[in-house]
Structures are given as C-alpha cells and as structure tokens.
C-alpha cells in the first residue's frame, strides 16, 4: 500500500520553544492532508485539514496560531506546535490520501510531543 | 453528522478463537469504511476498505463485513493469535475525500 512518512517519531523539548512535525507522501500525490491529535486511550480527534497551496481549514476549538500548517507542496505537510506547553504534549499524526474519490486514507507513524 | 460507535471497548480472547468486532454508524449514506489497527504508541495501519457498493471484503484472516441499510460493520478475525493484539479502530469519510470520522476502538488482547 502507499506509504506516509511523518518525522520525528518522539520530540521533547523545552516550554516555550516551538516544534515542526513533518508528514510526507512517498509514492503519491496528496492535495490534501489531515492532522490528528490523540489523547491517551482515546480516538484520534481532528485537528485540521490541510490544503496544497491555500490556507488550511482547523477544527472548532483548534487554535491556528498555535498550530501552523503549512502544504508547500503535494507530497509535504508540516505542523509546528508554537510555544509550545506541557498541555500540548500528546500524539499527532497525520494522514494523507491518494486522489480519487474512493481511495483509502494511510497515516503516518505518528509523533509523540513532550514539553517540559 | 455521522457518529461511529464501535463495541466492544476492550475484548480479551484466548488464541485460536475466532472473534468479531463491531462497528454502528448513524448515517447510511457513506462512501466506504475503513478499518484501521493501532499498535501502543504508533500510527495507523491500513487493514481493509470497503466501498459503499460492497457488502465484504476479506484480506488473510480477516474479513470485514458492510450492512449500510442498518448502519453495520463487522470485522471477523478467524484463528486469533498474540500478534492480533491491538486497537482496532473502524472510520468513514463524511464526503467523498474528506475526513474520517472514527470510532473509539476496540481494544484487542488474545492470550498465548
């Protein structure tokens, strides 16, 4: 099946800084791309959705200058957790799919944030 | 807007038994579903897809089942073994190409 690569896998950094998590498609195209955060023991819960070459559309209670998504191109989506806090360390992972109507959704491995 | 409900949460099983999980969604009219497995600590595999005109889809030991009409899905997996140990999530798009709306999980362990 096609493959989502998301780097890095586990980041911990200080409070304050911020953090890029990179999710690439590497053997298709994706105009859109989707960022998930999950909780412990939880579902993945959508955070925004991410468009190749427009803004990016978050969900309800995300807040965009916290969580920056950039879609320069169709194979590369990042996400930068800005001054970053203890309560945003969790899971993020992304996903990607390839074009066509009926095509599956593959993610990647996803990232385990921890601010201290 | 579609809800998933997935049942059971947690399902423990000795090996070899075969089990089922299930999947309810409240709006039949769907593009596909998807199930998905989630090991500790890592992303999302991709295990089967079914699309909306399908009524099952089998991939080795597993088999996926889709009941549009009373908002169904079952995931069958026959001779179970440690490895299946997981969570195994089921998820549908809202609209072609969009986002998925997933279930809670069922959280899968089978005893050696």
């Known amino acids: 099946g096609a493959v989502v690569s998301q780097h890095p896998s586990r980041v911990i950094c200080k409070s304050g800084t911020s953090v890029k998590i990179e999710c690439r498609s590497l053997d298709f195209q994706a105009t859109t791309m989707f960022w998930y955060r999950q909780f412990p023991k939880k579902s993945l819960m959508l955070m925004a959705t991410s468009n190749e070459g427009s803004k990016a559309t978050y969900e309800q209670g995300v807040e965009k200058d916290k969580f920056l998504i950039n879609h320069a191109s169709l194979t590369l989506s990042t996400l930068t957790v800005t001054s970053a806090h203890p309560e945003d360390s969790s899971f993020y992972i992304c996903?990607?799919?390839?074009?066509?109507?009926?095509?599956?959704?593959?993610f990647g491995q996803g990232t385990r944030l921890t601010v201290v | 807007k579609q809800e998933v409900t997935q049942i059971p949460a947690a399902l423990s099983v000795p090996e070899g038994e075969n089990l089922v999980l299930n999947c309810s969604f409240t709006?039949?009219?769907?593009?596909?579903l998807q199930w998905f497995r989630q090991d500790p600590g890592k992303g999302l595999t991709s295990l089967l897809l079914i699309q909306s005109s399908q009524r099952e889809q089998t991939s080795g030991r597993l088999n996926a089942s889709l009941d549009k009409s009373s908002g169904r899905s079952t995931l069958y997996i026959a001779a179970s073994q440690p490895g299946d140990s997981a969570t195994y999530l089921c998820a549908l798009p809202q609209t072609s190409g969009s986002r998925l709306t997933f279930g809670e999980g069922t959280q899968l362990t089978v005893n050696p």
């Open positions: 996903s990607a799919k390839p074009p066509g109507q009926y095509t599956e959704a593959f």
């Open positions: 709006d039949s009219a769907i593009y596909n």
